[in-house]
């Protein structure tokens, strides 16, 4: 009785965890499939060095390359803003700050990344872009700018706290170590403790990135849905998940190569963060036994 | 065997390149303990110690786990204002200013007074980079400078020969025994007159401890050493002074050789005969 007992908890546990591998396949097919159907109709050279994405108007593009350029912008204005900002969040925690402090604010700024990005993208649509325009006159109603400073604000925990986490393992004797020689707090701080958990922080970055890319909502509501190759970030542009925002609510006939731009769209978006997630896996494969 | 263990006493007397000071010509440090006190919160880790020690003499602090003999030796190098809820109460004087003084330059304290740790500890770098760091903290760029004493440094635990060939080679790739002495070249690049020592060879096999114990011994003649040691044979071996320490108190602090063969304390004997602790 036993034993059939340990036999059902088992195979229900294999079971969900082949459930999840299965979507996650499934997920990938789709995609592909579609995108292999695009691609049967347009060329892919066209889609990677075509300066125009016009899909849905009467003289049609399908470059990626403004999508691209729209989703790399918005991701490199967030991830200036959250870099420093999370860094220095990281190591005050880490090497300065009182235990009890540490263990309150750390949980409170984990909510940065918790507030729906909804509520985000209207925050920098109705407040950052009008402060912004009192200080950049140009600046347009929808811009990369304000979208991306208020994602490097959403993403500032995945730097802070994973960050954090690497710098906090860092094995105390080292920090005595360096004290012992008559080094600063300081010194110790960036001389030791920051290159011995630099796996850890890069790891941190890819992710904030990877989820900067990723991001829908913001991009959609602040950024505009203008598909512009363009690197200024004052002008309306589109990102990768804005467009496919937009073509799924649109009245895209199904089936249709307008309506397969979002599989081919959506598969760069894949490639792209798979990339990086891949990239941070191997750095934590890499390095994360050395002090074991 | 005697030959691995054996360390050239040339490579420590020989001349001392550039800017060195040689710690033999530095002032005496003499070290003096006055009613000292420490709590952590409420417990009372010291109770009262008062001490005198030699410069140039090697001073083993014996006593079983718990009874305040480590928390005694980081009190010289003020390494327990780091733990929270530390408080201290009396002086402890070196070269006659108290160290514990507000006006105290801890960071230059330090580089007086280096710290070996029980375990070794080398950091994540290259072992050149390992020596190199105290001196680079302290801004010092001149590149022939650095490399010499690095060198020099690296000579004086007899790591020089076993590891030349890989300079840039990460110090914690080496053995247990050579990153501990790594751990002491490193200190020694500092430049310090006192080396405090928190039981360094606890982690080491018998023939890395040897070593240690071969380098304590050449060190002693330009170094003031202060050991922490859990080994009886250890500190009888290579100290000059023992103090025993019990439930943070001083129970008996003399010569090695009185402590070892004639002590004047009923705890001291059952102790180092082994009946308790």
Redesign the interface.
Known sequence: MRKIKELVIEKSLLTSALITIAITIGIVLVLAIEAVQFFSEVSIIDFLTDTQWTPLFTDKHYGILPLLSGTLLTSFIAISVALPIGLSISIYLSEYA??SFRKTVKPLLELLAAVPTVVYGFFALIVVTPILQQIIPGLSGFNSLSAGFVMGIMIIPYISSISEDALHAV?N??R?????????KL?TAF??VV??ASSGIIVSIILAISRAIGETMIVAIAAGQQPRLTLDPTVPVETITAYIVQVSLGDVEHGSVEYRTIFAAGITLFVLTFLLNTLSYRIRKKYQE?YE | MAKEIEINMETITEQIPGKLIDPSLKKKSKIEVKDVKVWYDDFNAIKGIDMNIKPNTVTAFIGPSGCGKSTFLRLF?R?ND?I?GFRMEGKIKINGDNIYKKKVNV?????EI??V?Q?P?????SIFDNVA??L???GITDKQLIEERVIYCLKQVALWDEVKDDLKKSG?ALSGGQQQRL?IA??LA?QPSIILMDEPTSALDPISTAKVEELIFKLKEKYTIIIVTHNMQQASRISDYTAFFYLGELIEYNKTKTIFTNPEKQQTENYITGRFG
């Open positions: 009182p235990k094995p004797a080292l005595e170590a360096s004290f012992g020689m008559g080094a600063t010194q001389k030791v290159p011995a050395r | 190098n390494m780091y929270e960071e230059e304290l330090r580089k280096g710290m740790f375990k500890n080398p950091f994540p770098k760091y105290g680079k903290i302290q914690m751990c490193r200190t500092v």
